[in-house]
């Protein structure tokens, strides 16, 4: 029996586990749709043509946990089971773009969906192909990727229970949206005729507007969908154009509030990438018990085809992103002004203009370098002064707030990364760490741009890119958790 056997007839095992877990819960007729649904989700996990260990990870026991969500019972009493409220947000699928702008858009629409007492509805993280860290050229054209939410997070968005007290309708599968809201019991909103009369609001006022109808519409079930591309291009809820203004700011003090906020958690999976890399974070002489992140500094440093975003942001004048712009945060960026009489062609800024933008979206490896020293002396800086008689103040600074590990986030693998840290090391690091310098297994993998942002959310400084999505939910996560501005910083 070769291994391609052996790999289905395991996971036609673990189906068929499934299969009786599920009716001794639910009915039969809903025990043959989950598990028809189920069973399409593994037929598309596939083995690699050349039969080697890497592959995609199939997430059986996390599969598994989601089909057991205790909120997956239609007897459960009102705003839950059969007499519920939900709302599925499908038009967040209409663009396969980054985790990072899905999540942005999730978590408001966990909000929108938890204001209006309807369960948010969640469902898998698909990407394209071609950004899957396995090679697409090792899978037949029928796979596609896909990554179950809570592999990437934990919390009420997928699926997580509510702080005890609150009685608000947990989030359910997607799979399980379609029985509890067969599609002909389902109300369907084109975001065209929402956003229509407030493309251009406020926040406040978009997230009122949609609150407003969902709360006040009589139909248990809502599904939310996109128009078409002419009607509108970007039919996210909370769009694109919507994150790289400043209209999301008003947002802010309730949003960070938020259970949605405060219960959003690290998944099962990155928890396993952190304990397993935990000893590349301990400096010398620092005691294994201690929590390591607390002497790391984190900087966020794309390269490779960032060039042409950053030329893009210059083309559209455009600020930063998102939380980014809170107006407490250190190094804000403001946008040149046009230079008068000079003719820009499409797509372009003036080359001084576009200079600016490059030295702050992409900044050099000596730029990048005296900025890590700046932030550095200016969080130990920060640190609280010592009573008097006490030690002196800079033996305390560095004894209370030691900053001596260095971890570099980037998806640059040539030699420019080796010049960038042989350049750092001279500032007097114990120790520098990369992203390339993990060990992870397959899942771990597959969530690597959650570890790494796990590790900046509990680093003591973080430095990032305020044109960056992944930059802006660090920041949100950092800020949630009780960290200092002076800790967040921007090239």
Request: hydrophobic share 35%; glycine share 6%; charged share 25%.
């Amino acid at each position: 029996m070769g291994k391609h056997t052996l790999s289905r007839s395991k996971q036609w095992t673990t189906l068929l586990f499934v299969a009786v877990l599920v009716s001794l819960f639910y009915t039969s007729e809903v025990s043959d749709k989950l598990t028809a649904y189920y069973a399409s989700t593994l037929s598309q996990t596939l083995t690699p043509a050349d039969g080697n260990g890497d592959r995609p990870p199939s997430y059986t026991d996390l599969r598994e946990w989601e089909v057991r969500l205790p909120q997956h019972n239609l007897d459960l009493p009102f705003p839950e089971g059969r007499s519920g409220r939900f709302v599925l947000f499908s038009n967040s699928r209409a663009h396969p773009v980054g985790w990072n702008n899905k999540l942005n858009d999730m978590l408001m629409n966990t909000w929108l969906a938890y204001s209006s007492n309807r369960a948010y509805v969640f469902h898998d993280f698909v990407w394209t192909r071609s950004h899957y860290p396995w090679a697409a050229s090792s899978y037949g054209q029928e796979w596609t990727p896909r990554t179950p939410l809570n592999a990437l997070i934990s919390g009420p968005s997928a699926g997580g229970p509510w702080e005890q007290g609150d009685n608000a309708p947990r989030s359910i599968s997607e799979a399980w949206f379609d029985i509890v809201c067969p599609k002909s019991e389902r109300r369907i909103i084109h975001t065209r005729d929402v956003k229509s009369g407030v493309y251009w609001a406020d926040g406040k006022v978009i997230f009122e507007k949609w609150q407003r109808l969902l709360s006040e519409a009589p139909e248990r079930c809502i599904e939310v969908v996109p128009g078409s591309p002419e009607d509108d291009p970007f039919p996210e809820t909370f769009d694109i154009w919507f994150w790289s203004t400043e209209r999301s700011i008003s947002l802010w003090d309730e949003f960070k509030v938020s259970p949605v906020s405060r219960l959003l958690g690290t998944s099962g999976i990155v928890q396993s990438a952190i304990d397993d890399n935990r000893r590349l974070f301990h400096s010398n002489g620092q005691s294994t018990s201690k929590d390591p992140f607390d002497n790391v500094l984190s900087i966020h440093v794309r390269r490779g085809d960032f060039k042409e975003a950053c030329l893009e942001h210059a083309a559209e004048n455009s600020t930063f992103y998102n939380w980014n712009l809170l107006s407490f945060l250190p190094d804000k960026f403001y946008p040149p002004a046009a230079t008068p009489g000079i003719i820009i062609p499409k797509g372009r800024n003036t080359p001084d203009n576009e200079a600016i933008f490059l030295a702050r979206c992409l900044p050099s490896a000596a730029s990048i370098t005296h900025k890590v020293q700046m932030a550095r002396e200016a969080y130990l800086q920060a640190s609280p002064m010592p009573a008097r008689g006490s030690l002196k103040p800079n033996r305390l600074l560095r004894s209370k707030r030691p900053l001596d590990v260095l971890y570099i986030m980037s998806n640059d693998r040539t030699v420019w990364l080796d010049n960038l840290k042989d350049a750092l090391r001279k500032d007097g690091w114990d120790r520098i760490v990369t992203s390339g310098d993990l060990k992870l297994n397959s899942e771990q993998k597959d969530v690597s741009v959650a570890v790494d942002m796990d590790i900046g959310r509990r680093s003591a400084v973080f430095i990032g890119n305020g044109w960056s999505s992944f930059t802006s939910n660090v920041v949100h996560r950092r800020l949630v958790d009780g960290k200092e501005p002076i800790s967040i910083r921007f090239w």
